[in-house]
């Protein structure tokens, strides 16, 4: 189920097409390092597409809601200089005080995995599924990007999911803090929580205080190859490109029979992710749409 995101009805080779334009990528300010707020107004039918390419170049998170006119209308945190070279449309939203919280009104609790259900504090659960003792992972009003509940992070959350009880857990990129969270609510002893980008870190923090988890957690923006220990579970849902440059840092990261949980992963670039997490063996595939996450050991 995907409560978010609309599927696309159109030819996906086709190319998204945009309905409002504020201004092109080109015009934004490529020189900021850090990412920042931009809003991309695409036709429904576009909007998975295009939401999965914003994550491609590096979002954390893309929540989505439905503009005044039917189209749909994505916000994604980039770094200006993700946008260079594309084609996306791009309105910085910075200095719009309205941005951080224009998701609530289409904000829904979404369930993967055998019992997890992520739920938007102000939002009603739903119906539970029939005979499941559910376990439930809150999310922070003040979260800028929404529910989160892209392919790549579900699948990571089921992966984890039976993993997860009795386990010391390094979660490498952890954007809103949801896959920490849910571990921890699951039963993970402990968590460190690293991101390379300050605002995760915050916001990661908030997320496992409002799941009332944040004892057990240490959350910081340390460089990988400086985090002290070895894991039970690791998580890394990260591109590519970023687990073959991390690779070996997260395999000496596990404990010994420990377990490595990789998602981001188009099913094309399976073979480079399993390359680059040698000597570790996969034990299971999860798959959605495009989308794949790996359990290796
Ligand atoms: C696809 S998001 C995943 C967010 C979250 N873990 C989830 O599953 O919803 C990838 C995250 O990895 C972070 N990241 C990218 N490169 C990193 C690195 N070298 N070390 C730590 N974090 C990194 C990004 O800032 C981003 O927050």
């Given at each position: 189920?995907?409560?978010?995101?609309?599927?696309?009805?159109n030819?996906?080779?086709a190319?998204?097409?945009?309905t409002?334009?504020?201004?092109?990528?080109a015009?934004?300010d490529p020189?900021?390092?850090?990412?920042r707020?931009f809003e991309?107004?695409v036709?429904?039918?576009?909007?998975?597409l295009?939401?999965?390419q914003?994550?491609g170049?590096?979002?954390?998170?893309?929540?989505?809601?439905?503009?005044?006119?039917g189209?749909v209308?994505l916000?994604?945190?980039?770094?200006?200089a993700?946008l260079d070279g594309t084609s996306?449309?791009?309105?910085?939203l910075?200095?719009?005080?309205t941005w951080a919280?224009a998701?609530?009104d289409?904000?829904?609790?979404?369930?993967c995995g055998?019992r997890l259900?992520v739920r938007?504090?102000?939002?009603?659960?739903?119906p539970?599924?029939p005979?499941?003792?559910e376990?439930e992972v809150?999310l922070?009003?003040d979260?800028?990007?929404g529910?989160?509940?892209?392919p790549?992070?579900r699948?990571?959350?089921?992966?984890?999911e039976?993993l997860?009880?009795?386990?010391?857990v390094l979660d490498v990129?952890?954007?809103?803090?949801?896959?920490?969270?849910?571990?921890?609510v699951?039963?993970?002893?402990s968590l460190?929580?690293?991101d390379?980008?300050?605002?995760?870190v915050a916001?990661?923090r908030?997320?496992l205080?409002l799941n009332?988890v944040?004892?057990?957690?240490v959350?910081s923006?340390t460089?990988?190859?400086?985090?002290?220990?070895?894991?039970?579970l690791v998580?890394?849902n990260?591109?590519?490109?970023?687990i073959e440059?991390l690779?070996?840092a997260?395999?000496?990261h596990l404990a010994p029979?420990?377990v490595?949980?990789a998602?981001g992963?188009?099913?094309?670039?399976?073979d480079?992710?399993v390359?680059?997490?040698?000597?570790?063996?996969?034990?299971a595939?999860?798959?959605?749409e495009d989308?794949?996450?790996l359990?290796?050991?």
């Amino acid at each position: 189920m995907r409560p978010e995101l609309a599927r696309p009805t159109n030819d996906r080779r086709a190319g998204p097409t945009f309905t409002v334009v504020e201004h092109e990528a080109a015009d934004v300010d490529p020189s900021g390092s850090a990412r920042r707020p931009f809003e991309f107004v695409v036709a429904p039918h576009d909007a998975e597409l295009v939401a999965d390419q914003l994550f491609g170049l590096g979002a954390s998170a893309v929540s989505e809601r439905t503009g005044r006119d039917g189209e749909v209308v994505l916000v994604a945190d980039l770094d200006p200089a993700a946008l260079d070279g594309t084609s996306l449309r791009a309105r910085e939203l910075q200095d719009d005080p309205t941005w951080a919280t224009a998701w609530h009104d289409s904000a829904q609790a979404w369930r993967c995995g055998d019992r997890l259900v992520v739920r938007p504090v102000w939002v009603d659960p739903g119906p539970a599924r029939p005979g499941v003792e559910e376990v439930e992972v809150l999310l922070d009003p003040d979260a800028a990007f929404g529910s989160g509940s892209h392919p790549t992070t579900r699948l990571c959350l089921a992966a984890l999911e039976p993993l997860a009880p009795g386990t010391t857990v390094l979660d490498v990129g952890c954007g809103t803090g949801v896959l920490g969270a849910a571990a921890l609510v699951l039963g993970s002893t402990s968590l460190v929580a690293i991101d390379i980008d300050p605002a995760a870190v915050a916001a990661t923090r908030s997320a496992l205080e409002l799941n009332g988890v944040d004892e057990r957690a240490v959350v910081s923006a340390t460089p990988l190859a400086e985090v002290p220990g070895s894991f039970d579970l690791v998580l890394a849902n990260l591109l590519v490109p970023i687990i073959e440059e991390l690779g070996p840092a997260l395999v000496a990261h596990l404990a010994p029979g420990g377990v490595l949980v990789a998602s981001g992963l188009l099913a094309s670039q399976v073979d480079r992710a399993v390359a680059a997490l040698s000597p570790l063996r996969v034990e299971a595939v999860l798959r959605e749409e495009d989308w794949v996450a790996l359990t290796l050991r």
